[in-house]
């Protein structure tokens, strides 16, 4: 099963945001590039990230595409509790097996 996460950039271009700003930074589009890469108000979260994954492979097509890193990838996104209310605390997702899907 797919799932998806929608972002303020894509939800604005289908008219369900006002503004396709982050609604955490508020200077920037929030695209998933820049919620996982670039957006200043989770610099400390992402210094977590970056230590944990080696500098070769710290890119966004392997943090997207290999699930060799995506427990690292998951207490980020808890860390910075910006899904949290659409999905709930997914550091919980972690204990799922065999499963990266939400439940």
């Known amino acids: 099963r797919a799932w998806y996460v929608a972002v303020v950039k894509e939800l604005y271009c289908i008219k369900s945001a ?3 700003l982050c609604p955490t930074c508020e200077t920037c589009e929030e695209s998933v590039h ?3 890469m670039s957006c200043t108000a989770y610099r400390t979260q992402r210094g977590a ?4 994954i080696p500098n070769r492979v710290y890119h966004i097509r392997s943090l997207l595409n290999s699930n060799k890193h995506i ?7 808890a860390a910075t509790k910006r ?5 709930g605390n997914v550091a919980d997702w972690q204990r799922l097996k065999g499963t990266s899907e939400p439940p």
């Not at 990230?49 to 944990?52: F, G, T």
């Not at 899904?83 to 999905?87: A, D, I, P, Q």
């Open 18 to 20: 006002e503004t396709p």
């Open 34 to 36: 820049h919620f996982l």
């Open 49 to 52: 990230l970056r230590r944990s």
């Open 71 to 77: 427990s690292d990838l998951f207490k980020y996104i």
């Open 83 to 87: 899904l949290e209310r659409e999905f």
